[in-house]
């Protein structure tokens, strides 16, 4: 039900009138709704668009350890391929690097859309073994080496249990 008002929404802003906005003029709002019903999220006026458009065109990407590309990914890769492509930043190639490198250290309640999140992976709880990329409402993109590019959220046990850090990509 949540998506049938998203998606009246989205057609009640194509039939109005046009936005003096130049970010909004070129964007096709089918193309937006359906990277919403991909990333299991409403997008919103206010979101990152460019961000979640090409977040929900990774999803279902086969993971690839050392990966980078559509035909495999990698979670510190994907990061890379995203951060490039959306904002044109280069990250550093390990998920560890990105953490110590790439970002400045960010409590999970100052996490904003694009902002990096860290997990620890086995018996570390500090080492940094995995890495998204927050969108909103709790969830975040990733590589998952068993299912490939994915939306999951922070809330879920695993991710509670293995939660590093967020990071804020510096300028």
């Given at each position: 039900?949540?998506?049938?008002?998203?998606?009246?929404?989205?057609?009640?802003?194509?039939?109005?009138?046009?936005?003096?906005?130049?970010?909004?003029?070129?964007?096709?709002?089918?193309?937006?709704?359906?990277?919403?019903?991909?990333?299991?999220?409403?997008?919103?006026?206010?979101?990152?668009?460019?961000?979640?458009?090409?977040?929900?065109?990774?999803?279902?990407?086969p993971?690839?350890?050392?990966?980078?590309?559509?035909?495999?990914?990698?979670?510190?890769?994907?990061?890379?391929?995203?951060?490039?492509?959306?904002?044109?930043?280069?990250?550093?190639?390990?998920?560890?690097?990105?953490?110590?490198?790439?970002?400045?250290?960010?409590?999970?309640?100052?996490l904003?859309?694009?902002?990096?999140?860290?997990?620890?992976?086995?018996?570390?709880?500090?080492?940094?073994?995995?890495?998204?990329?927050?969108?909103?409402?709790?969830?975040?993109?990733?590589?998952?080496?068993?299912?490939?590019?994915?939306?999951?959220?922070?809330?879920?046990?695993?991710?509670?249990?293995?939660?590093?850090?967020?990071?804020?990509?510096?300028?």
């Amino acid at each position: 039900m949540k998506h049938f008002f998203f998606l009246i929404f989205i057609l009640c802003l194509l039939v109005s009138c046009r936005s003096s906005d130049s970010s909004m003029k070129s964007v096709d709002y089918r193309q937006l709704a359906r990277a919403g019903l991909r990333l299991g999220f409403d997008i919103e006026p206010k979101d990152d668009w460019n961000l979640f458009m090409e977040s929900a065109s990774w999803i279902g990407t086969p993971y690839r350890s050392g990966g980078n590309g559509r035909s495999g990914v990698d979670c510190s890769g994907l990061n890379i391929a995203i951060y490039n492509h959306v904002y044109g930043k280069k990250l550093n190639r390990k998920s560890l690097d990105q953490k110590e490198k790439d970002c400045k250290r960010i409590s999970r309640s100052e996490l904003r859309s694009g902002d990096l999140v860290f997990f620890s992976t086995g018996n570390s709880r500090k080492k940094v073994g995995h890495t998204g990329i927050y969108l909103k409402d709790g969830k975040f993109i990733h590589a998952s080496s068993s299912r490939g590019v994915i939306v999951s959220s922070l809330d879920e046990d695993y991710y509670r249990k293995h939660w590093i850090c967020g990071g804020r990509v510096k300028q």
